[in-house]
T-cell receptor, first 113, second 114 residues
Framework: EADIYQTPRYLVIGTGKKITLECSQT?????MYWYQQDPGMELHLIHY???????EKGDLSSESTVSRIRTEHFPLTLESARPSHTSQYLC????????????FGPGTRLTVL | AQSVTQPDIHITVSEGASLELRCNYS??????LFWYVQSPGQGLQLLLK??????LVQGIKGFEAEFKRSQSSFNLRKPSVHWSDAAEYFC????????????FGAGTRLFVKA
């Protein structure tokens, strides 16, 4: 069974705050991803990682940053949140070898006031 | 550039009726194709995938999809829909260039009426 966790599930914060969205997986997957999802829109890849100490920017420009110090952990940080960051953020992981089938966490719904 | 189009933003079917969700892709080579389902408040779950071989692919929860290269399509079908199938469905294509990323369609929301 796929085990990938995201916390918090819901977050409401004020403009200018620094936040970190947590993502952890227990499957030992090398590849991890962060997507931004808005209603009625396709998922937009904002960051991904091939493994420890690897981070890449995705197709959608994002003011967030990520780190990959451990295989199982891929946190996303916003240094100064703005209302335009209001969205759902999905974390996913995949093993390197199976054609990029991805396992998703439940998501974090972020609202910036 | 690679892309995925799901022409229907939402579809309503009666419980017990058959279902077909459309997906068209743009990709230069033989694609890796996926269907995912997202229930409210949840992440995406893989329903089925096509890499090669038989063009009719069976998935979980009674779903199947057929790859038609001539039509650049990968439509999802189910012969008899259950109320629990109400969810958002995403078609996706694996992009082998630049390190294998997945490109998702905008999704089709399925409503099931009793």
């Amino acid at each position: 069974e796929a085990d990938i966790y995201q916390t918090p599930r819901y977050l409401v914060i004020g403009t200018g705050k620094k936040i970190t969205l947590e993502c952890s997986q227990t499957m030992g997957h090398d590849k991890m991803y962060w997507y931004q999802q808005d209603p009625g829109m396709e998922l937009h890849l904002i960051h991904y990682s091939y493994g420890v100490n690897s981070t890449e920017k995705g197709d959608l420009s994002s003011e967030s940053t990520v780190s990959r110090i451990r295989t199982e952990h891929f946190p996303l940080t916003l240094e100064s949140a703005r209302p335009s960051h209001t969205s759902q953020y999905l974390c996913a992981s995949s093993p390197q070898w199976n054609g990029d089938e991805q396992f998703f966490g439940p998501g974090t719904r972020l609202t910036v006031l | 550039a690679q892309s995925v189009t799901q022409p229907d933003i939402h579809i309503t079917v009666s419980e017990g009726a058959s279902l077909e969700l459309r997906c068209n892709y743009s990709y230069g080579a033989t694609p890796y194709l996926f269907w995912y389902v997202q229930s409210p408040g949840q992440g995406l779950q893989l329903l089925l995938k096509y890499f090669s071989g038989d063009t009719l692919v069976q998935g979980i929860k009674g779903f199947e999809a057929e790859f038609k290269r001539s039509q650049s399509s990968f439509n999802l079908r189910k012969p008899s829909v259950h109320w629990s199938d109400a969810a958002e469905y995403f078609c996706a294509v694996g992009d082998l260039t630049g390190g294998f990323k997945t490109i998702f369609g905008a999704g089709t929301r399925l409503f099931v009426k009793a």
